[in-house]
């Protein structure tokens, strides 16, 4: 398994999600419903799972998330790939 860096936006009607992973709400749409966007670090084998283990994330099987991005984080930490906008939090969970 390899780090996934990626973002979606969160749907309010798609209901709370739980992710234990690195994440961050990093904006929001200017459009109405305004969503959230979401920036997380995942562990998946390809980008097809990396999407599945953002699925699973949710209560409910999401019907409005809209993927924006996922990108292979290489050797990079997570909370380094933007540069230090995203800040380590003592209850992210990462293998590194």
Do not use: N
């Not at 799972?49 to 809209?66: C, G, I, M």
Request: proline residues 8%; hydrophobic residues 40%; glycine residues 6%.
């Amino acid at each position: 398994m390899i780090g996934w860096w990626i973002s979606w936006y969160h749907h309010p009607d798609d209901g709370p999600f739980e992710l234990h992973t690195p994440w961050w709400v990093s904006g929001f749409t200017i459009e109405e419903p305004q969503r959230e966007t979401i920036v997380a670090a995942v562990m998946a084998e390809d980008e097809e799972d990396a999407w599945k283990v953002v699925r699973a994330s949710y209560d409910t099987s999401p019907t409005r998330l809209e993927q924006r991005f996922c990108d292979a984080l290489g050797d990079r930490e997570p909370w380094s790939a933007e540069g230090g906008r995203f800040p380590r939090a003592d209850w992210m969970q990462w293998p590194v």
